[in-house]
């Protein structure tokens, strides 16, 4: 797993190019996640440009600044992609155009008159099944399924005429009255062939296996004036081979969050998925939205999704996971994407050889004219990094970047959790299942965009269309694109002659330490007026607004860093109104900020849906200063950042501690307790296992031990009494146990609801690996599946501070419960999660962390830190 950040600003990796971790062959070979510098290094024969700081103890450290880029650097980086494009026999055409521009007016056409074409199914293996079961399905690319979600007098949300025109669709469409008919699904599209897709992918680091389009049903292709080819989707559209245990369906809230961020990410100049309409069902689906055991009915949505395709690295992935059979399915994939979505390379031009060294010590060569696959995974990459690095420039993180959440065509693209940062936080995840390793944090993401790419090379070796050097090089061309987009980004943004690493590093540095709001800092930034001769007391002035609550010691490291700035400017003899003008067209004034979302969707669940439709009208014009809009750029207001009303943040600090002796664990309880009593130490969670031991609450049922108890030496187990509730229970290796020192006051919950919260926790876990879990009945404390326990409950609450907690069984030996009544519970099985689960589990630490990531998710932690190790040691001699 990523290493674990606590929450101070200063402790945050930021972009460096000074230290490699690993080759780019051991990264494809890894199937667990590998530690990467924030922007990778990667060996390669092209000079490369040093980036901003780096983290080290104690805080971050500088780099010595780089010359700038002479004329053959620049050269000598350009993209492969570019040249592959360049010989091209049909002149260099940019694939990724989205449509616009000048030409020929263009008919507008009726959704009848769509031109719809069938590729997909037409050239690759289909399921010779329709229905949807959920079962794996072999050797196809795609199943053959309807749309089935109910409705009930739908309704048209909200539009996109900028996708309509791609589609070179009539804007007077949107106004028939079976629209949302037609696009619930409820009505079939007249020459739609509708299919779900198969593909895999890694989760969190960990292959899951199939996974597919679970509740995505892909209506065809479209072919438009231009030649472009355009897939239409519809998400929410009900069940799929590949729905598993899901209903296929989706729901009001994240249908809109997706339709507005397609939208908003495109007008920013991000490559993306788009969104041609959203329609509500009529229908309720049932969620639990914050996975606390309380789920409600909220409205059904769906929304059209719309991209030239939506093939994504677990597209190959789990063809080539299952072995020789299928690896011919790969290649005819590659061939297909190639075909229809990168013609210029099938048609490169074998006279013009793009031969590049590899950089290794035989002084090998790579000829992409050669093998059209290396081409092909070379610009894939190379796409990829330019996607990361433009999402680095306006502070959007994905929150989900497991490989099937990559696209082929370096699309952004399944807006699942998104968030755009306000206060700038490198360990910022919008995703709460990622908070303990926070592996796709924003910091992290570049990392695992490579991470990514060796995946999906690696797929593309097993399927011998590239060899390792190919592989290899294709994931160097990801780290030089990479740094070169992500510097001439943050070049524009500061509107610089050149790259200044140095400025560029402090300037991160200071923005983290202060949580500078990111979005509004550059745009200020473009207010300083390149004078040296400016007082002092008057440098800071045009950043005002975000510079809020500094003291005098923060505030004059940013005299110092502005200073210098200004020194920049002043020596390039741009004009201060020329630079203003430059900055503000790639500095946004407005994004999508998830409270803005959070406003549209509360008016839209009552029926209003104008505000959508605003806000829409607001991100589709993001660099415009746009009159009267101005509050849509203005700072999150308190409940953004603290749902359920004003308090302050609060952190749990994590003991990570392996496994520990019951009476070991017992008097460090004891002594947390206290120290929480007094506000010695914040609320802290102890994460452990145990050797085998059973225990017994302040009840004392020794009668439901069922062996006398001086044989339980015999059996390597241990007894114990405690003065926690309930029965008599089991811990052991293989058991996930948390022990919660948590304020029940400062958070203001009672003692029952904090006992159904740590169901909730286990309840949610077990959810990750599709078990169905649930709250004992009356009389049947803990967490089961059916009726077979999997989770116990056993707490202390005094003065409002908890102390035992929870046990959550993974894989332990079913055979010591054998020997208790667990719980006092008789004729009840005890299971596991290796028990209950078909999939392939990951190593019991990342359980750990998700079940501590679950907790902390139910308790409304803001954020939470770490200790291990020595770090202990210091902490429990401090106490005592």
Not at 82 to 96: A, V
Not at 509 to 533: C, E, G, Q, W
Not at 654 to 678: P, S
Request: with cysteine.
């Amino acid at each position: 797993m990523l290493s674990h950040f606590s929450s101070k600003a200063s402790s945050f990796p930021l972009p460096s190019l000074s230290h490699l971790s690993r080759s780019a062959a051991s990264l494809r070979h890894r199937h667990s996640s590998p530690k990467f510098p924030f922007y990778p290094s990667i060996p390669t024969k092209f000079p490369r440009l040093p980036l901003a700081c780096h983290a080290s103890s104690g805080g971050v450290s500088m780099d010595s600044p780089s010359p700038s880029p002479s004329p053959e650097t620049a050269a000598a980086v350009d993209s492969v992609a570019r040249d592959l494009q360049n010989q091209s026999l049909r002149g260099g055409e940019d694939q990724r155009d989205d449509g616009f521009g000048n030409g020929a007016k263009r008919a507008r056409l009726k959704l009848e008159d769509l031109n719809w074409d069938h590729s997909f199914v037409r050239e690759l293996p289909g399921d010779p099944r329709t229905d949807t079961m959920p079962r794996e399905v072999l050797h196809a690319c795609y199943t053959k399924v309807l749309p089935s979600a109910e409705v009930d007098k739908p309704q048209l949300v909200a539009w996109s005429e900028s996708v309509a025109d791609l589609l070179d669709l009539d804007p007077k469409e949107f106004e028939r009255p079976d629209f949302p008919l037609l696009f619930s699904g409820a009505s079939p599209l007249v020459g739609a062939v509708p299919y779900a897709q198969c593909y895999g992918g890694h989760q969190f680091g960990m292959w899951a296996g199939q996974l597919g389009d679970g509740r995505a049903i892909t209506l065809g292709e479209v072919i438009n004036s231009k030649s472009q080819r355009w897939e239409l989707q519809l998400k929410g559209a009900g069940k799929t081979p590949y729905s598993r245990f899901a209903d296929g369906l989706a729901v009001l809230r994240s249908s809109i969050r997706e339709f507005l961020c397609s939208e908003a990410m495109h007008s920013l100049g991000i490559p993306t998925t788009r969104a041609l309409c959203l329609v509500t069902t009529g229908k309720f689906v049932t969620r639990d939205m914050f996975y606390d055991g309380n789920p409600k009915d909220e409205p059904g949505a769906i929304v059209c999704r719309v991209s030239q395709s939506f093939l994504r690295f677990g597209s190959y992935q789990i063809h080539a996971s299952r072995g020789k059979e299928d690896l011919g399915i790969v290649r005819a994939l590659a061939d297909y994407a190639i075909k229809h979505h990168f013609p210029h390379i099938e048609n490169m031009d074998k006279s013009e050889s793009l031969s590049f060294s590899t950089g290794d010590e035989d002084h090998s060569v790579v000829d992409l004219t050669s093998n059209k696959y290396a081409a092909w995974a070379v610009e894939v990459a190379e796409r990829t990094a330019s996607l990361v690095a433009s999402w680095q420039g306006v502070g959007f993180t994905h929150g989900v970047l497991n490989t099937d959440n990559m696209s082929i065509l370096g699309l952004t693209i399944d807006y699942g959790p998104f968030g755009f940062l306000d206060a700038f936080d490198p360990s910022y995840t919008p995703n709460t299942t990622d908070l303990p390793g926070r592996r796709y944090c924003f910091a992290n993401q570049p990392d695992i965009g490579l991470w990514n790419i060796a995946q999906f090379a690696t797929t593309l070796s097993a399927a011998q269309l590239i060899d390792d050097k190919e592989a290899n090089y294709a994931m160097e061309r990801y780290g030089t694109k990479f740094m070169d987009e992500y510097q001439a980004i943050m070049t524009r943004k500061l509107g610089l002659p050149k790259y200044n690493k140095q400025l560029i590093s402090k300037l991160l540095n200071n923005m983290a330490v202060d949580k500078v709001d990111y979005t509004n800092f550059f745009r200020l930034l473009s207010n300083i007026r390149a004078d040296p001769s400016i007082p002092e007391e008057e440098l800071l002035i045009p950043l005002k607004a975000v510079l809020l609550d500094i003291g005098k010691e923060r505030k004059e490291a940013w005299i110092g860093w502005v200073k210098s700035y200004i020194e920049e400017l002043a020596a390039s003899g741009i004009s201060d109104e020329e630079r203003k003008a430059s900055m503000n067209a790639v500095n946004p004034k407005y994004i999508l900020r998830n409270y803005l979302c959070q406003s549209a969707i509360d008016a839209a669940e009552q029926g209003d849906f104008g505000e959508v439709r605003r806000l829409l009208k607001v991100v589709e014009r993001p660099f415009d200063e746009q009159p009267g809009m101005e509050k849509n750029a203005r700072l999150p207001p308190a409940w953004a950042y603290r749902p359920g009303g004003m308090r302050i943040p609060r952190n749990l600090e994590v003991w990570k501690m392996g496994i520990v002796n019951y009476l070991d664990a017992l008097k460090l309880q004891e002594n947390l307790v206290n120290a929480r009593k007094v506000h010695k130490i914040p609320d802290t969670l102890l994460s452990l296992q145990h050797p085998p031991t059973y225990t017994l609450g302040k009840r004392r049922t020794d009668h439901n031990l069922l062996v006398p108890e001086p044989d339980l030496k015999n059996i390597g187990a241990e007894l114990h009494y405690t003065q926690r509730g309930g029965d008599i229970t089991f811990h052991g290796p293989h058991q996930a146990v948390l022990y919660p020192i948590i304020s029940l006051r400062d958070i203001g919950l009672g003692a029952r609801n904090y006992v159904e919260k740590l169901e909730s926790t286990m309840i949610e876990l077990a959810s990750l690996y599709d078990v169905k879990a649930h709250a004992g009945r009356t009389g049947e404390t803990g967490v089961w599946v059916g009726d077979r326990k999997i989770g116990a409950i056993g707490v202390r609450i005094s003065y409002a501070i908890t102390s035992h907690g929870l046990a959550f069984n993974i894989d332990p030996d079913l055979n010591y419960f054998k020997h208790i009544v667990p719980c006092g519970i008789a004729d009840k099985e005890v299971t596991s999660l290796r028990k209950e689960t078909n999939m392939a589990l990951p190593a019991e630490e990342i359980i750990q962390e998700q079940l501590i990531s679950c907790f902390a998710r139910q308790f409304g932690y803001d954020s939470v830190s770490w200790k291990e190790g020595a770090s202990i040691l210091s902490a429990v001699s401090e106490i005592e």
